[in-house]
């Protein structure tokens, strides 16, 4: 088990505008930690520098306590799984799952007995004697794991492990990877572009973008409380709708997007400023179908319906955003039509339309969370 | 009734024109095929498919100093050649050459790009340097390759002298000779050798090296269980390159030795002039030539029998 501790990491190539700036972290034992963001949001770097492929510009980072800035990568006791599964084409599975074991001389019988654990683990028995362009991607991505299960370090690191699997797969690997963590009760460093991926699987997870982090916490803490526009936008699927709203005048409505007028309720709305530029977000799911409802009924116009059989997804146009709301069972729809659609205050979540901060969160999540508690 | 009939026709006849269209499309797009090919045809044409067929041709006639056939001799030339010590000579000493310069280039261009291959401040100039002998020509690398081998002015000498040591005559002790000539010809291939086998090493996939580096193998052990297969196809088609050029060796040994001491640097193609041009004996200088081409085809079929195996493409 390891415990990891970061210390105002920040990298920087060159000397030039840092990559990552001031990340400060703790990651308990045995953790799932999930590091997600967009494409260049410099969370494969930050692996890698835990990891020790790559420098660490300033700030320390500490495993176990100790500070191990100077150590090499294997000095740091932990194993690392590649987007493109790093396996060597010319040898054997077998081979493949050895290599670091015999490279560092470990013992025969020892090596023997890990390689048969980890491949009882995986289901790869059948498969020791393949290279691995015999193999299909998902064999190749277990094979991966393999090499990380004998080397019983106790952190794991992952790379994008699953992108390069198609949806099915990928499914079924979150599901065995996640149980395997457990099981081994790894400490799991675990990137990823993919926000399903990270709410699927991740204990915790830090939304990282431009190199700041954005957000720590559970999976459902970033989806019913994002700290900032961002985090809202980039968790959940379908995104939050966001959209521009002011006050009127006299105060009596919330006018967002220059289109729906929200009357202003003040046990909901007393501790927003009335003075500030806002925006509004909802999630899809609050975006209720208005038929055989009376208050906060809002007619707008479908711009695109996808039915997906058990539930349907409606886009609107609202001003110059375009909402999704999803609604359970079959709708039957037609494109342009106006819909009457129910958006009650209390979903509402606000942040600051300059700085993108969270205002305040829905009502209804957090009495939601009360419930469950 | 009659419509069915009808239809029928039609479908027949439009077979027969789609047919008609094919046929005339693949005609099309070969004529279009040959276009292109036209020039490099030609060129082959004129400058080596006329040429080895001539050879063969002339393999088989004694001819007078202008080269023109005069009397058909049939296999003769070829079974002079073989009881002849001098041509048999020269074919071992090709061998040798082959089996000097090969292994030593390889061996020595590897390290070179293993060592270049780092990334390290400055490793460009290195790069460079170390590739530069392929911008030499051969004469002006035999010449300079003259002056370090001179037995009294030369810088081999000078060392062996600082050491207390015999001076040896590089180019005409026969011990020496044809290892001189390989150490000429090693040191100019190198360049070649170098820079194929970097762009081999850096296209071998750096995660490969990081995973390895993470479960702390060491340096020796990445050299030899992922850097060398991985390589594999690299080294082959060096080596098969590096071969051919060996078997097909002129320019040094011209300007180094003219053949000797001895005909103890006088390799095959060296001996296919001096047969030629020297001795006025195309014909046999043809069955020479024809006997060398069978030998790097041989040598080249069987290394891709044996090196096909053991290769592994990525």
């Not at chain 1, 915790?204 to 700290?227: K, S």
Request: hydrophobic residues 45%.
């Amino acid at each position: 088990m390891s415990h990891i501790e970061l210390i105002n990491i920040s990298k920087s190539y060159d000397k030039q505008k840092g990559v990552l700036n001031s990340i400060n972290l703790t990651i308990e034992e045995g953790e799932f930690f999930v590091l997600v963001g967009p494409s260049g949001s410099g969370k494969s770097t930050l692996l890698r520098m835990i990891a020790g492929l790559e420098e660490i510009s300033g700030g320390f980072l500490k495993i176990n306590g100790q500070t191990v800035n100077h150590l090499p990568p294997k000095d740091r006791n932990l194993s690392m799984v590649f987007q493109n599964y790093a396996l060597y084409p010319h040898l054997t599975v077998k081979e493949n799952i050895l290599f670091g074991l015999k490279g560092r001389k470990v013992d025969k019988q020892e090596q023997q007995r890990r390689l048969k654990e980890a491949a009882d683990m995986l289901g790869l028995q059948e498969l020791l004697k393949r290279k691995p362009r015999e193999l299909s991607g998902g064999q190749r991505q277990r094979v991966a794991l393999g090499r990380s299960v004998v080397s019983h370090a106790p952190l794991c690191l992952m790379d994008e492990p699953l992108s390069n699997l198609d949806a099915k797969l990928r499914a079924n690997m979150r599901v065995e990877i996640r149980r395997l963590q457990k099981r081994l009760g790894l400490t799991m460093i675990y990137v990823t572009h993919d926000q399903v991926e990270a709410m699927t699987m991740g204990d915790r997870i830090m939304v990282l973008n431009d190199g700041q982090i954005q957000q720590v916490g559970q999976p459902i803490t970033l989806y019913n409380e994002p700290e900032n526009l961002f985090v809202a936008t980039f968790i959940g699927s379908p995104k939050m709708n966001i959209g521009n709203a002011v006050f009127s005048e006299n105060g009596k409505y919330l006018i967002v997007e220059n289109q729906i007028h929200i009357p202003v309720n003040p046990s909901i709305f007393s501790d927003i400023p009335k003075d500030r530029k806002l925006k509004v977000g909802i999630r899809a799911e609050h975006l209720a179908a208005g038929l055989s409802k009376k208050e906060n009924i809002h007619s707008l116009e479908a711009v695109n319906i996808e039915q997906l059989g058990n539930e349907t997804s409606i886009a609107f146009d609202v001003g110059s955003e375009v909402w999704t709301a999803k609604w359970p069972g079959q709708w039957p729809i037609e494109l342009g039509q106006k819909v009457p659609v129910q958006l009650l205050p209390e979903f509402l979540v606000f942040f600051d339309a300059d700085s993108g901060k969270l205002i305040k969160s829905a009502e209804f999540g957090k009495r939601q969370e009360v419930v469950t508690v | 009734m009659s419509m069915a009939y009808r239809t029928l026709e039609t479908n027949e006849t439009y077979i027969l024109q789609a047919e008609r269209v094919k046929k005339q499309n693949r005609k099309k797009s070969f004529l279009k095929g040959m276009l292109f090919l036209l020039p490099s045809i030609l060129l082959f044409g004129a400058f080596v498919f006329y040429p080895m067929f001539k050879t063969i041709y002339l393999s088989f006639f004694l001819t007078n100093a202008q080269g023109a056939t005069t009397v058909y001799v049939g296999w003769e030339n070829y079974k002079a050649l073989i009881t002849d010590p001098i041509f048999m000579k020269s074919v071992k000493n090709t061998f040798l050459f082959v089996f000097y310069t090969v292994p030593t280039t390889v061996v020595i261009s590897l390290a070179l790009a293993v060592v270049a291959n780092e990334k390290l401040k400055g490793i460009g100039f290195f790069r460079t340097i170390f590739s530069s002998t392929m911008g030499v020509s051969v004469a002006a690398a035999s010449v300079f390759w003259l002056y370090l081998f001179n037995p009294t002015m030369g810088l081999l000498n000078k060392f062996l002298e600082v050491f207390g040591l015999e001076a040896i005559e590089w180019l005409t002790d026969p011990k020496w000779a044809l290892l001189a000539v390989s150490a000429t010809t090693i040191w100019m291939n190198i360049g070649f050798t170098f820079l194929i086998l970097l762009g081999g090493l850096q296209s071998i996939d750096s995660s490969l090296y990081e995973s390895a580096d993470i479960e702390g193998t060491g340096y020796f052990y990445k050299l030899r269980r992922i850097t060398i297969p991985m390589l594999s196809p690299t080294f082959f088609f060096v080596i098969t390159v590096s071969i051919i050029n060996a078997f097909q060796t002129f320019g040094q040994i011209d300007i180094l030795t003219q053949g000797g001491p001895a005909n103890g640097t006088n390799l095959i193609v060296y001996s296919i002039y001096r047969e030629a041009f020297v001795n006025y004996q195309f014909g046999s200088a043809s069955a020479q030539a024809v006997v060398l081409f069978i030998l790097i085809l041989l040598m080249t079929a069987l290394q891709f029998k044996l090196g096909e195996r053991k290769v592994h493409y990525q």
